[in-house]
T-cell receptor, first 114, second 114 residues
Framework: AQSVTQLGSHVSVSEGALVLLRCNYS??????LFWYVQYPNQGLQLLLKYTSAATLVKGINGFEAEFKKSETSFHLTKPSAHMSDAAEYFCAVSEGTGGFKTIFGAGTRLFVKA | GAVVSQHPSWVICKSGTSVKIECRSLDFQATTMFWYRQFPKQSLMLMATSNEGSKATYEQGVEKDKFLINHASLTLSTLTVTSAHPEDSSFYIC??????????FGPGTRLTVL
């Protein structure tokens, strides 16, 4: 069975500081991994996805994530936080065998301080 | 692009009534659509997978007779909450699958049952 663990329900950074949101996954098959962002009362927006190509994945808004199989991790980073990055972030895993079914982590709320 | 819409964006109803939520893929055909439920400050929980022309597949613990799903065409899936009660109040989000392991999310529907 697949699962996703996001370490830290809340992360607070200062504007301009590094953003690091942690995600570990469990999957019995090669996974597809995703990071989504959700603003209040809105749906999810895809930031980036890993689909077994390059292990370092670049996404929108300056975010990137690195797939590390040995650590079963897919942490999300951004070199310099902006106030507009404050939101809820979800890591998700999907079967790599062609299925769409996606399992979401509990989410991490990012706060950005001025 | 790949746009998914939901209607209505919010609905308030009395206990005991039924509510229908529509999910449409506006610019692509989706053989598979998903329905999620999200409680405040929590992650998305998959309720069911909807395949065009066939019965939906419900996740464990989701009452199929209470949450009726119909996927009438390649661009429309509907979720009907029958005999809604206050505990059904939640944020309902749909997604549509475009390619293998690529989902696009609707903006969500806020349901409040009085």
């Amino acid at each position: 069975a697949q699962s996703v663990t996001q370490l830290g329900s809340h992360v607070s950074v200062s504007e301009g500081a590094l953003v690091l949101l942690r995600c570990n996954y469990s999957s019995s098959v090669p996974p597809y991994l995703f990071w989504y962002v959700q603003y209040p009362n809105q749906g999810l927006q895809l930031l980036l996805k890993y689909t077994s190509a390059a292990t370092l994945v670049k996404g929108i808004n300056g975010f990137e994530a690195e797939f590390k199989k040995s650590e079963t991790s897919f942490h999300l980073t951004k070199p310099s936080a902006h106030m507009s990055d404050a939101a809820e972030y979800f890591c998700a895993v999907s079967e790599g065998t062609g299925g769409f079914k996606t399992i979401f982590g509990a989410g991490t709320r990012l706060f950005v301080k001025a | 692009g790949a746009v998914v819409s939901q209607h209505p964006s919010w609905v308030i109803c009395k206990s005991g009534t039924s509510v229908k939520i529509e999910c449409r893929s506006l610019d692509f055909q989706a053989t598979t659509m998903f329905w999620y439920r999200q409680f405040p400050k929590q992650s998305l929980m998959l309720m069911a997978t909807s395949n065009e022309g066939s019965k939906a597949t419900y996740e464990q613990g989701v009452e199929k007779d209470k949450f009726l799903i119909n996927h009438a065409s390649l661009t429309l899936s509907t979720l009907t909450v029958t005999s809604a009660h206050p505990e059904d109040s939640s944020f309902y989000i749909c997604s549509a699958g475009k390619q293998v392991n690529e989902q696009f999310f609707g903006p969500g529907t806020r349901l409040t049952v009085l």
